[in-house]
């Protein structure tokens, strides 16, 4: 099983629906727990954290954890074309001083 | 602020010949990183570099050497480069290894003919 699993997608959503983005790890002692967003031909850039189970709103993205399923999602609440775009999931290893470990990501496409 | 800066952002390169990637941040981090993408592959850690006068293997090290050469500058390099090696490369710092937010920078989109 790889660390950080999420479907490639494309996912595609109608404008002004709910998209939702999955993603499951493997370490069980994982603590912090990040979404990057990629338009394409750009760099990531980091939209949410979650380090307690639970949900984390920011605006219209809310961030759900689940770590006894070991289970992470992000929901895009009012979904607009602009938020198409490659979402990364990404998650520290819980031992500690480690690097984060990337999913594949999920291409989003919101269709106007 | 520019954040992370790199450089080149374009390179074509023939198999055999050798690189250097420059990357830059201004943040006053602790903690840099180098990773690969490939379509289809995601992110992958090539070497990162927890605080300067330290580098660490990632999950593809091979065919690459780092130098951590202040607390400012991270630099990659590629010896004999590969088409293999063909990919976009993006540099990324922190404030501290993790758990913490990174910053990408622009990336650099290389080729080996």
């Known amino acids: 099983q790889k660390e950080v699993e999420q479907n490639s997608g494309p996912l595609s959503v109608p404008e002004g629906a709910i998209a939702s983005l999955n993603c499951t790890y493997s370490d069980r002692v994982s603590q912090s727990f990040f979404w990057y967003r990629q338009y394409s031909g750009k760099s990531p850039e980091l939209i949410m954290s979650i380090y307690s189970n639970g949900d984390k709103e920011d605006g219209r993205f809310t961030a759900q954890l689940n770590k006894a399923s070991q289970y992470v999602s992000l929901l895009i609440r009012d979904s607009q074309p602009s938020d198409s775009a490659t979402y990364l999931c990404?998650?520290?290893?819980?031992?500690?001083?480690?690097?984060?470990?990337f999913g594949k990501g999920t291409r989003l496409s919101v269709i106007a | 602020n520019a954040g992370v800066t790199q450089t080149p952002k374009f390179q074509v390169l023939k198999t055999g010949q050798s690189m250097t990637l420059q990357c830059a941040q201004d943040?006053?981090?602790?903690?840099m990183y180098w990773y690969r993408q490939d379509p289809g592959m995601g992110l992958r850690l090539i070497y990162y570099s927890a605080s300067e006068g330290t580098t660490d293997k990632g999950e593809v090290p091979n065919g690459y050497n780092v130098s951590r050469l202040n607390k400012r500058e991270f630099s990659l390099r590629l010896e004999s480069a590969a088409p293999s090696q063909t990919s976009v490369y993006f540099c990324?710092?922190?404030?501290?290894?993790?758990?913490?937010?990174?910053?990408f920078g622009p990336g650099t989109r290389l080729t080996v003919l």
């Open positions: 943040m006053n981090h602790n903690s």
């Open positions: 990324a710092s922190s404030e501290w290894l993790a758990p913490d937010t990174q910053y």
């Open positions: 990404a998650v520290n290893r819980g031992s500690g001083n480690t690097p984060l470990v």
